[in-house]
């Protein structure tokens, strides 16, 4: 016999002071043999520790019970627990299940997050796979610069969106980040003031969305680096693939036909919600030859910055730097005002995200130009995107993007404090706006020798927790 660790009855504990000391197990009869992937994790039973790991079959536990599996790493916990009833018979049945770390409200968050620096740059990092995110709304996700302290996000998200087994369009929206589930171990790689971190995360519905035709069953593989030789650029490394079809994701969703499901039309990359300061004065363009979109302060006055930022507040950008072959990248922007809002996955509201992703049909008005998406003039609550496609991922597919995340000051001389600037035609190379971007557009320019210093810092190899946040 093996239990399947349902949705329902995964109960991820998230703080290790909600556990009792160690206590021996209860004499009598009953087996049950726990199993967790990966291995060596903490057995509990009824929230009390065993001193077993995992694979390991525990005695004399008959009857109803809560049995755990945790692993504490990364300042961390992951784990399941399944509520199960143990016979007394010789037969031993199975509980098994993978570790993950969720969270579905803003406190939880909170208590993981992690800072990093790097040259000027400080973001913020959680375990659940939802870097760039500190405590939600009130910015702290990325400061730019470190000593004045200046927010310049709120949060991020992978980007993905298909078309499920043909019928089902479907997205992650920008802060879906209960479909999140944190895999064990991240790690961690710093010296010389460089950061590498490697992590992974599992995209499931959450129980109120499990049974709902919906994004699921990709694994993302991130990978976060900043290095003082690419100044004011964080990279950011993808790596989707299509786990629907292998027995420990289905141990949380088994919705679906056990051979796995299929996207077709499917589009990678990532979002970020800049807040440069207070949110809803920001704006946002476009520089397609190098595949960025960006966010400004629409009249470069923000009153809260220090450091004499608040008369000239950075530009915020996102690049795609490395995408599949034979894809095209979308570049999109939109605000929560007007004709155009947020989409959240298993609501009514995501297919909006693949048709934004996908740059099909965007939010109106569109650039007539496919690689650019909405166009508005007006200032408000800002998201970006950049995303590639469209691809098949089958079960056991997988893709990669790479992105790069950059700041810059706006170029002197070429704006007026508190004088709003339009966005202007993305492809016009003498508006005003193009000018005053030109650091960020030396910025981009050099996020491809900044990829490359990623991809070495990989081949070398992390060093787990080598030196521990600040």
Known sequence: MKWTIRPCLLLLALLAACREDDGALSPGGGRVFVDSDPAGANILVDNRRTGRHTPDTLRGVAGRHDISAQLDTFRALYGFTARVFVPEADSVPTIAGPLVNRCSDVLCFGNQVQHFAANRVRFANNPVGTFFLDRGAGGNGIIWPIGPNNSYASGSMVAFAGILNGRDTVALGIYDNAYLAGRPAPTLDRENDEVHITQTTWIVPPANAIARPTVRGIQVTEEIFATPTAEDIVMVRLVFRNITNEAFYRSL????????????????????????GVA?????????????????????DENGYGGGYNRKPGLIGLRMVEAPAFTRTVL?????????????????????????????????????DFRIGHLTDEPGDVRLSVSAGPLRLAPGDTVAVTIAVMLAEPVPGAFTTGTRVAPGEPTDRTRVLYSIAGGLLERAGSAGAAA?????ATDRGPDALRRGAR
């Open 332 to 368: 999109n922007g939109w605000t929560t005002q007007g004709n155009s809002a947020d989409w959240f996955a298993g609501q009514v509201t995501e297919p909006t995200g693949w048709y934004n992703l996908s740059g099909i049909r965007p939010f109106q008005p569109d650039h007539p």
């Open 253 to 276: 969703d088994p919705t679906g036909p056990p051979a796995g499901l299929t996207y077709e039309q499917a589009f990678v990359g990532f979002m970020l919600d800049p807040d440069i």
């Open 280 to 300: 809803g004065d920001d704006a946002f363009s476009y520089e397609p030859i190098l595949n960025l979109a960006f966010a400004y302060d629409s009249n470069f």
């Open 452 to 456: 490359a210093a990623m991809r070495a």
